[in-house]
């Protein structure tokens, strides 16, 4: 059996959480690779919301197994907290869970570290999360982490003089670290969390495969925030593309199969840094305040813009991209026209090649025109419904993107979920 990847295609949030639910009856598996409690995935069904940080978006359905493979960063606490609440409400979690014993730790001083990296950047913030992300990843790459495994060898030390260290660092920068508090509660939530089935997941993976099962990697963050292919700096620091799930479970690249990546009909960004097809004006607002884009993990305002077709061809080719699943088009119902970057003018010369440089004041967005489809798509069950002018759109991103769009969204809840044919 081979792997299907699902991932974002532009800065994040762009429904990977409410897909994942959607697809996961036709998997036996679903696995999380890369990124942490910076991840915000949101699923909508029978009038519930849940929004999961690190617990994959497989746990909803029919008791698949979920994984968080070796790539993922793992906050113990608000690991604790996330799957607690989901208990709460009837899941079986610690039967249905399994966590790599290679994950990386959060840890408090990670956090610490997250919010003095950023005041020392100043003006040049990346605007992180402040989950610790940037230090955890970097502790791992520098080959000072601290895994989940650890836990059951002489883990007192490890953890003392890991955060020795960053205690080190913190008041090198002029901070004066207290986390005492912080620290009970994550030790704590260290207890709490060996009471779940701590795996070597690669082994765990590759055996389901073996036995023909189906596995579904979910993908966090979007291409654009990969710390490799994003715009760096201001990206995430994991590879959030489809080579991540590769380093991120333990599998092959000759067992992917399908992938599957996700687009908004428009894009957005939270954080910092680069964006050319971003709209300030009204439309810009009109875009957020229909498409409720509010950070879903620190509530922040996302900032809105045209799809930009030079970024998400691009996204298509790193990743190898088999199928387009086009996300809030709903968003759009209303509105008269729609506009598509395909080309960036820069110094007067345009260019369909995403540039090693972003910045944004030197490129100039040649949009094509489109006319909106002025009709509430919200309740429709099927493609045959689509009126005209939103069937051209699509064969229109088709053409262009030349890759076929197998899924199209029209709402937050799971049922507003259409199937085209292939
Ligand atoms: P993720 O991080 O990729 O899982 O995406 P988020 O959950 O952070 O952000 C997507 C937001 O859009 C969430 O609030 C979803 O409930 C919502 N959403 C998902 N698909 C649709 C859609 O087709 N239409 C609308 N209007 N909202 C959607
Ligand atoms: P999901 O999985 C959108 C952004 C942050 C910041 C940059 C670095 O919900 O799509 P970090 O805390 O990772 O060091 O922040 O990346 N960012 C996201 N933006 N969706 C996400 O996740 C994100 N995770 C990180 O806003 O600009
Ligand atoms: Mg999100």
Not at 48 to 74: D, E, M, T
Not at 280 to 308: M, N, Q, S
Not at 314 to 329: A, E, H
Request: charged content about 25%.
């Amino acid at each position: 059996m081979k792997i299907d990847v699902l991932l974002g295609l532009q800065w994040g949030d762009e429904g990977k959480g409410k897909v994942v639910d959607v697809l996961t009856p036709r998997y036996d598996a679903v696995a999380r690779f890369q990124g942490g409690p910076n991840a915000g995935h949101t699923l909508e069904f029978e009038g519930k919301k849940y929004v999961l940080r690190s617990i994959p978006s497989g746990i909803f359905q029919h008791g698949q197994v979920n994984i968080i493979g070796n790539g993922v960063v793992l906050d113990p606490v608000l690991f604790q907290e996330e799957a607690e609440s989901l208990e709460k409400s009837g899941i079986a979690l610690k039967e249905i869970l399994k966590i790599s014993k290679k994950v990386h730790l959060i840890m408090p001083t990670h956090r610490l570290l997250d919010a003095a990296n950023e005041k020392a950047k100043g003006g040049a913030k990346i605007g992180t999360t402040g989950k610790g992300i940037g230090p955890t990843y970097t502790d791992k790459i520098s080959r000072n982490g601290l895994r989940l495994g650890d836990v059951f060898h002489d883990f007192k030390t490890k953890y003392t003089n890991a955060r020795n260290k960053h205690i080190a660092t913190l008041k090198s920068m002029g901070e004066n670290p207290e986390f005492e508090e912080l620290e009970q509660r994550w030790l704590k939530a260290i207890e709490y969390i060996k009471g779940y089935d701590i795996v070597d997941s690669e082994y765990l993976i590759n055996s389901l495969l073996r036995e023909g099962k189906s596995i579904l990697c979910e993908g966090a963050q979007g291409t654009l925030l990969d710390v490799d292919f994003g715009s760096y700096p201001f990206v995430t620091s994991s590879n959030t593309i489809c080579a991540g799930a590769c380093s991120g479970l333990g599998v092959a690249p000759n067992k992917i199969g399908e992938v599957f990546g996700i687009f908004k009909a428009y894009c957005t960004r939270v954080g910092s840094g680069p964006f050319p097809t971003e709209l300030f004006d009204e439309t810009g607002k009109r875009i957020r305040d229909l498409g409720h884009e509010y950070g879903a993990v620190t509530g922040r305002e996302r900032r809105c813009g045209w799809i930009d077709l030079v970024a998400l061809k691009y996204s298509i080719m790193i990743n190898g991209v088999t199928q387009l699943i086009m996300m809030k088009s709903d968003v759009l119902d209303d509105f008269d026209e729609i506009k598509a970057c395909v080309a960036y003018k820069i110094n007067g010369e345009e260019t369909t090649q995403f540039p090693f440089s972003i910045d944004e004041n030197a490129i100039e967005p040649v949009y094509v025109t489109l006319p909106g489809w002025k009709t509430d798509m919200t309740r429709f069950k099927s493609e045959s419904e689509f009126p005209q002018a939103f069937s051209d759109y699509i064969k229109f991103l088709e053409k262009e993107l030349e890759t076929p769009i197998t899924i199209i969204s029209i709402g937050p809840d799971r049922e507003q979920t259409i199937e085209r044919n292939k």
